[in-house]
Structures are given as C-alpha cells and as structure tokens.
Nanobody, 121 residues
Framework: QVRLEESGGGLVQPGGSLRLSCAASGSIFSFDAMGWYRQGPGKQRELVARIFSSSGTDYADLVKGRFTISRDNAKNTVNLLMNSLKPEDTAVYYC???????????????WGQGTQVTVSS
C-alpha cells in the first residue's frame, strides 16, 4: 500500500509563492505519473499539473506560466512551485500517484489527504 504525504500549504498574499511537496512511501516499483489536483470551495476537483515517467508534464491552462511541477526520483517526491498566486488559486491541493508494484503489473492509484492553500490579503 502506498501512502502520500503532502506538505507546504498555508496562507499567502496575492502575488506570493508557495511550494508544495508530496512524499510517497510504501511498496512501489515505479511511478507512471504523479500530480497535483485541487478542489476549491463549491467546485469539483480539477487537475493542476502532472509529471509522467517520461518526465513530460501537463498543466491546467489556468496555472501555465505560474506553476512548475518537478520530481525527485531518488526521494519519491513530487513538488509544485506556485508563483504569482491569485485568490482563485485558493483550494485544497491533493497529490495523486499512479504507480506499479512490479514491472509487468497493473497500475494503481493513490491520493494524499490534501493540504490547504489560501491566497488572501
């Protein structure tokens, strides 16, 4: 079983920056993708950014040019650097991993518990 632990959320003023981290632990052979999703008040959960095993990345249009996702393979972590934050970025941010426990095995997915990001003056 894989556990994802997020950190780095908090309160920041508009225009500020935050860095989120997600550390994965457990029985993992490889990650097919790791990413960040968010759910704002009264909204559905949406993709923010993800990074694939090929190192390719995918960003939501609303965060392109402001957010950067990166991965540390040695530490099984994925980070999200968020710059130029706006009040509409306020949400609970969730880490998600798609992984395999053996090379020819099926994919599994895991979610973190979420970390609150609030952008307000």
């Amino acid at each position: 079983q894989v556990r994802l632990e997020e950190s780095g959320g908090g309160l920041v003023q508009p225009g500020g920056s935050l860095r989120l981290s997600c550390a994965a632990s457990g029985s993992i052979f490889s990650f097919d993708a790791m990413g960040w999703y968010r759910q704002g008040p009264g909204k559905q959960r949406e993709l923010v950014a993800r990074i694939f095993s090929s190192s390719g990345t995918d960003y939501a249009d609303l965060v392109k040019g402001r957010f950067t996702i990166s991965r540390d393979n040695a530490k099984n972590t994925v980070n999200l650097l968020m710059n130029s934050l706006k009040p509409e970025d306020t949400a609970v941010y969730y880490c998600k991993a798609i992984y395999r426990v053996k090379s020819d095995g099926p994919q599994f997915q895991a979610w973190g518990q979420g970390t609150q990001v609030t952008v307000s003056s």
